[in-house]
């Protein structure tokens, strides 16, 4: 049940805001997270790279330097805590001119002063060694063995279910619209659902967080959104890769990079082009000619033969280019988590720390709870697992042998309990994140309209009434061919 008075408020469910959820219910405290969207990460955490950097790149001056290499270490004792799916296969920055050398000496050295263990400069028969594809004109490379690859918005999913385990409430679609003060100090929010009071807000709102900050009339953040586009790549395709492959990064950008996910994609992207809207995540044919030219020159074999679909993610960027992690200085409890662009998601538990370590600075009590739920259970994942594994499954349910999306093997049961877990998937977009029906070849276009009707059926609603993921994303506007049964039909 909800209550009338919260002890934290955060805004916005990315992987910032759930990373601190997930840390502050480690504490006796009342916490609720605020996400306008119908579901957590459907902002800059749904489309990105999905690496978790080493921390080499990051400038050591600066919060991003400091905090990437933290949070690289930590998330490999969550990841097995909570069940996400995460690869740690390293990374590699390629040179392939005389002049990238001195740049890859650099990067050894800054990863040095930001603690990355491991790292190296390898040669030109190790690199073809490891990754037989590459473009024959490498010359040495930068090896850094703890970078890895996870599945990004299950990771701020799982945070998100382990701090509802542990007490913490999530309310969606729930939109923060102004920050109540009094004598300088947080009283709470104004949000489309109501007025929800608490003394300490932390704002983690992605590209928004600029305009969050402005309600306590904090002006000194100023997000401009940086678009990176990219193209995904069937899990049939002509040839595997290894590692993650940077080339040779630029001022503001770590370049085309060429990366399997952790269920066996191919990854390539992202651009970086200063747009002007915070909602502009159209591709564009010059942004892919991008993408694709930079990936072959990696690996000149590539083709767009087994490419499955384009997409583009916002960076997040402050004019200051780091991440914005301070106490307003002009009202009591108010904490920014803004500017957070890459390596946000690498360094999300570090963040939470800087973030809780800010509250408690400003008064608020860290009582450690008893009794913290640390695990996560983890889900059935049907594209992973043999014949023999599904068949056992089915032994248990039947709905488990029901397969609704062919290409990635995705069953009837796993639909239903993503549509009723702990953090229910309502739109048929968060039906694919968490169980991955509708990611495979065809792209949702045989199960697409099943899943629909699924969700329709378990949330007592029609299938005129499922989104793809926001507002006014409805799928299906009347019946057709009776596919949708009688509750399609158009009032
Ligand atoms: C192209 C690209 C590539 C990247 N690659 C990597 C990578 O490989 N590795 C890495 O570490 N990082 C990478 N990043 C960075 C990483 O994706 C981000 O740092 C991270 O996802 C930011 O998370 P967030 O929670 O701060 O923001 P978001 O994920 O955008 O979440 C903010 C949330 O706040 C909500 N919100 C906004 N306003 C309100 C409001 N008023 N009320 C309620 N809710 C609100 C939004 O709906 C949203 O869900 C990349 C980013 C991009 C764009």
């Known amino acids: 049940m909800s209550k009338n008075k919260y002890d934290v408020i955060i805004v916005g469910g990315g992987i910032s805001g759930c990373a601190v959820a997930w840390k502050l219910s480690r504490y006796n405290l009342d916490v609720l997270l605020l996400e306008k969207d119908p579901d957590v990460a459907t902002g800059t955490t749904k489309a990105n790279t999905a690496i978790i950097h080493a921390g080499y790149n990051a400038d050591p001056n600066k919060q991003k330097g400091r905090l990437n290499t933290k949070g690289n270490v930590q998330i490999k004792d969550i990841v097995k805590d909570l069940s996400v799916p995460f690869e740690e296969i390293g990374s590699l920055v390629v040179g392939m001119e005389g ?20 790292l190296e400069i390898v040669d030109r028969e190790w690199i073809i060694e490891n990754e037989p594809h590459i473009n024959r004109d490498v010359k040495a490379a930068l090896w850094a063995p703890t970078a890895g690859i996870i599945t990004p918005w299950e990771f701020a999913l799982a945070m998100a279910e382990n701090a509802v385990a542990n007490g913490v409430e999530v309310k969606l679609e729930t939109e923060v619209l102004d920050v109540y003060t009094e004598a300088d100090k947080v009283k709470g929010v104004k949000t489309n659902q109501g007025d929800f009071a608490a003394d300490y807000v932390v704002n983690a709102a992605g590209l928004y967080a600029d305009e969050v900050a402005k ?28 590692h993650v492959l940077f080339p040779i990064p630029t001022k503001i950008s770590k370049g085309i990079v060429c990366t399997p996910t952790v269920e066996h994609n191919l990854l390539i992207g992202p651009t970086s082009d200063f747009v002007d809207s915070k909602e502009d995540l159209a591709t564009t044919t010059e942004g892919l000619n991008k993408v694709f030219n930079g990936a072959q020159k990696m690996f000149p074999e590539l083709t767009l033969k087994d490419s499955i679909r384009v997409f583009a993610g916002l960076r997040a960027a402050d004019t200051t280019e780091d991440f914005v992690i301070e106490a307003a200085e002009n009202v009591h409890g108010f904490i920014n988590v803004a500017g957070i662009q890459s390596p946000g998601l690498s360094s999300a538990p570090a963040i939470a720390d800087l973030a809780a370590e800010l509250l408690s600075e400003q008064g608020l009590e860290l009582k450690e709870k008893k009794n913290v739920i640390e695990k996560r259970e983890e889900p059935a994942r049907f594209y992973e697992i043999s014949n023999e594994e599904r068949a ?14 062919r290409c990635e093997t995705v069953s009837l049961k796993e639909i239903k309990d993503a549509i009723n877990g702990p953090i229910p998937a309502r739109t048929v977009n968060a039906v694919k994140r968490r169980t991955r029906a509708g990611a495979g070849r065809c792209q949702g276009g045989f199960c697409g309209p099943r899943v629909t009707q699924i969700i329709a059926d378990e949330l007592g609603i029609k299938p005129t009434e499922v989104r793809l993921e926001k507002d006014n994303s409805n799928i299906v506007e009347h019946k057709i061919k009776g596919l949708l049964g009688s509750q399609g039909d158009a009032e």
Not at 392 to 404: L, R
């Open 99 to 118: 002049d990238d050398l001195s740049v890859l000496d650099e990067l050894l050295e800054k990863g040095k002063k930001n603690g990355v263990e491991g």
């Open 392 to 405: 056992a499954y089915a032994e248990e349910d039947k709905e488990y042998g029901q397969i609704i999306c």
């Open 215 to 242: 309600m306590v009339g904090v002006e000194k953040i100023d997000i401009h959104p940086r678009k990176g586009e990219y193209y995904i790549y069937d899990h049939a395709k002509d040839f595997e890769i290894n």
